[in-house]
Antibody, heavy 123, light 106 residues
């Protein structure tokens, strides 16, 4: 069965960096795009961008450029989200989410999600 | 910028009742709309994609309809496990989500 398993909660100080992992299983990793979605405490869902699991090319949504980096290790079917220069407002749950691809085009809905990783930024 | 507006913000109903949730887009998005269910402490779960297609394993009591700017998620007869927050999401442009509708037990 399809699973996306994310790394555990993180507590970081402002200015530090964090790297969240998302390990996929139960399907061929490179046949689906991987997306990242943020949910601040008590708030809604915000799409951060996606990474092409074939080429490794990332695309970042507005507001998620500069400090946010998506990467892959296809040998272990894992996607990563790294956030640098952490701020208090980065405190949120971060989800990876799989997006089907059909005919080379993304279907732009998210059929499987990781369980989420809580990143807390506090001094 | 394309905005999705969900209504109502909170819906209070009893098990067995019918739930109707609305999502309105500020521009036409054809049928490029998905619905998700999120329970406390859990990841969102895909219910409906392309406005009316049920995702794998989703019970038949969930149905989606609409096109253009107005969309509806209907739960025909509420089960206790259906009380959750529901989000719509458009894919006409870059993905964006509505602000959510909380479905609570009356």
């Amino acid at each position: 069965q399809v699973q996306l398993v994310q790394s555990g909660s993180e507590l970081k100080k402002p200015g530090a960096s964090v790297k969240v992992s998302c390990k996929a299983s139960g399907y061929t990793f490179t046949t689906y795009a991987m997306n990242w979605v943020r949910q601040a405490p008590g708030q809604g869902l915000e799409w951060m961008g996606w990474i092409n699991t074939n080429t490794g090319n990332p695309t970042y949504a507005q507001g998620f450029t500069g400090r946010f980096v998506f990467s892959l290790d296809t040998s272990v079917s894992t996607a990563y989200l790294q956030i640098s220069s952490l701020k208090a407002e980065d405190t949120a749950v971060y989800y990876c989410a799989r997006c089907p691809v059909e005919g080379g085009l993304l279907k732009w809905y998210f059929d499987y999600w990781g369980q989420g990783t809580l990143v807390t930024v506090s001094s | 910028e394309l905005v999705l507006t969900q209504s109502p913000a909170t819906l209070s109903l009893s098990p067995g009742e019918r739930a109707t949730l609305s999502c309105r887009a500020s521009l036409s998005i054809s049928n490029y709309l998905a619905w998700y269910q999120q329970k406390p402490g859990q990841a969102p779960r895909l219910l409906i994609y392309d406005a009316s297609n049920r995702a794998t394993g989703v019970p038949a009591r969930f149905s989606g309809s609409g096109s253009g700017t107005d969309f509806t998620l209907t739960i025909s007869s509420l089960e206790p496990e259906d009380f959750a927050v529901y989000y719509c999401q458009q894919r006409s442009n870059w993905p964006t989500f509505g602000q959510g509708t909380r479905l609570e037990i009356k």
